[in-house]
Every structure is written in structure tokens, then in C-alpha cells.
């Protein structure tokens, strides 16, 4: 397995919600660790903690486009279909959640964040955005892209490049 990266020490500059989001991540980080050594990335706390970027919570404006509750996979993909955003996944935390949940949404033109799910109100958001050519096959038979089991979790399995 790859040298992990150490968040507890680049936790400058974060806010307290995205502080609380990597320390909960790297504690599950810390226990998969153990169990998945044959793998690049352990899972997808791993993955998001080497590969993630943040994206800020902002005020929603986009009340043509809010999708279905409970529906975060599928409503970022039907929005990543139209090429004007892009589908984001990752892990996000929400104040009337206490964990960090896998959770999906989108980036616009200029990397903004676009919830169509939770129309904006997560408190902290990391997350990579995925090309589209690998949403629509991981979302069809595992339902997420962090979860593809149906593909033998092959995106942990070697060094991702961003293709």
C-alpha cells in the first residue's frame, strides 16, 4: 500500500466542521487500514483524504434543479448528464447528521458547489470530481463510484491520476 498522507497535520486554514470531517474520516482510515493492505487505498475515506478538494457550502439558488430526497447518486448524475456540471462524490457532513455521510453533488464551470440534493446545507464538503465516462457504469451496478464492488473496487487498486 502507498504512503498515506498525515491530515491531522494539514489541518490549517480548515474550519471546525471540515476539521471534525477529516478527523472522523482518518479514524475509519486508521481501522480499513488493517483489512485492505492489497489495495492502493484502503477505501474511500483513504481515497477522499489523498485526492479531495473542498467545496464550500453556499447559499441555493438553483430551485429549477433540486432533486429527490435521498436520491444524492442519481440526482448528481441526471445534472452531470447535460455536460454543464460535473459529478462530485465524496464525504460531507450535515448539522442533524453525526458521522460523515458517502454522499454525491455537483461542481459548475468555475468548481462551485451545486447540492442538488441537500440544496446547499451541508456544513462540509471534500470530494473528487469523476469523469463522466465512469458515473453512469458504477452508479448502474454498485450505486456509487466509492462502492463499485460490482467492479472489484478497481478504483482503489492503483494510483488514480484523475482520468
Keep these: ?3 498515506k498522507l498525515d491530515w491531522t497535520e494539514r489541518t490549517a486554514g480548515l474550519n471546525k466542521q471540515q476539521i471534525r470531517l477529516v478527523y472522523l474520516m482518518n479514524a475509519v482510515r486508521t481501522i480499513r487500514r488493517s483489512l485492505y493492505r492489497d489495495l492502493c487505498y484502503c477505501g474511500p475515506e483513504d481515497f477522499l483524504l489523498q485526492h479531495g478538494q473542498w467545496f464550500a457550502a453556499r447559499v441555493w439558488k ?3 434543479i433540486a432533486g429527490e430526497p435521498r436520491q444524492c447518486f442519481r440526482n448528481s448524475m441526471m445534472l452531470a448528464d447535460g455536460k454543464q456540471l460535473k459529478y462530485v462524490e465524496g464525504m460531507a457532513l450535515r448539522a442533524d ?3 460523515p455521510f458517502h454522499h ?3 461542481a459548475d464551470t468555475q468548481g462551485l458547489l ?3 440534493t441537500w440544496l446547499n446545507d451541508g456544513d ?3 470530494g473528487v470530481i469523476f469523469p463522466n465516462r465512469m458515473v453512469r457504469p458504477a452508479l448502474r451496478e454498485s450505486g456509487a463510484i466509492l ?3 460490482a467492479h472489484g473496487y478497481k478504483l ?3 494510483r488514480w491520476t484523475g482520468q
Excluded: C, G, K
Design 156 to 158: 482503489f487498486r492503483r
Design 114 to 116: 451545486v447540492d442538488a
Design 62 to 64: 438553483n430551485q429549477a
Design 104 to 106: 454525491a453533488w455537483n
Design 147 to 149: 462502492e463499485d464492488y
Design 97 to 99: 447528521l453525526p458521522i
Design 124 to 126: 462540509a464538503y471534500l
Design 1 to 3: 500500500m502507498t504512503e
